[in-house]
């Protein structure tokens, strides 16, 4: 059974540029959060998307969007890359409402030059 | 602003001894605190979890311990071995609002052979 897979697992990236992120959930899981996790810092919660919609958002500019489809897997977006936006953007994926069956994926390293 | 706060940033414990790491939280909200552990190159996995309504919950050598009105938790890990070795996290949450969790910055626990 396949755990939480993302891709592409290292990027580099100029400023003003844009990514794309993917992530295919744990089987069974139908729920995706994305984090950013800056050098020396803890997760911090972007968005989690449910049945194909935007549920919950944290305090990050529209730059950062997002996309749920059919089987689950996700993307995120980042438009108009800016330096700081070069960290390592964790996947997880869970069943809605379980607090405790969050898996994480092993992330995607971007580096914005 | 840090709603969950890592002071230590590193840790080192001879193996079989007692670890133990702290986590401190402002938002008295948070009614559910989680830790995770975190190898290079992997995601986060979970570890161990405590309701606020509880002050202490125990899996093997883990115990996490909550006094809410320190807002304070800690990790405890007896004995120590040296597959322990990796970041910690701690991670809150508010009950109900889905997946969406504050993160600490992580201490990194060394534990020598």
């Known amino acids: 059974d396949a755990g939480v897979t993302q891709s592409p697992t290292h990027l580099i990236k100029t400023r003003g540029q844009q990514v794309t992120l993917r992530c295919s959930p744990k089987s069974g899981h139908d729920t995706v959060s994305w984090y950013q996790q800056a050098l020396g810092q803890g997760p911090q919660f972007i968005f989690q998307?449910?049945?194909?919609?935007?549920?919950q958002r944290g305090n990050f500019p529209d730059r950062f969007s997002g996309h749920q489809f059919p089987n689950y897997s996700s993307e995120l977006n980042v438009n108009a890359l800016l330096l700081g936006d070069s960290a390592l953007y964790l996947c997880?994926?869970?069943?809605?409402?379980?607090?405790?069956?969050?898996?994480f994926g092993p992330g995607t390293r971007l580096l914005v030059l | 602003d840090q709603q969950v706060k890592q002071n230590s940033p590193s840790l080192s414990v001879q193996e079989g001894r007692i670890s133990i790491l702290n986590c401190d939280y402002t938002?008295?909200?948070?009614?559910?605190f989680l830790w995770y552990k975190k190898y290079p190159a992997e995601g986060p996995t979970f570890l161990i979890s405590?309701?606020?309504?509880?002050d202490k919950n125990e899996d093997g050598r883990f115990t996490v311990f909550l006094n809410k009105s320190a807002k304070h938790l800690s990790l405890h890990i007896v004995p120590s071995q040296p597959g322990d070795s990796a970041v910690y996290f701690c991670a809150a949450s508010v009950s109900n609002t889905g997946n969406q969790f504050y993160f600490g910055t992580g201490t990194s626990l060394t534990v020598i052979p």
């Open positions: 938002n008295s909200m948070f009614d559910y």
């Open positions: 405590i309701s606020s309504i509880k």
């Open positions: 998307y449910y049945e194909e919609e935007e549920r």
């Open positions: 997880a994926s869970s069943l809605v409402g379980d607090q405790e069956t969050q898996y």
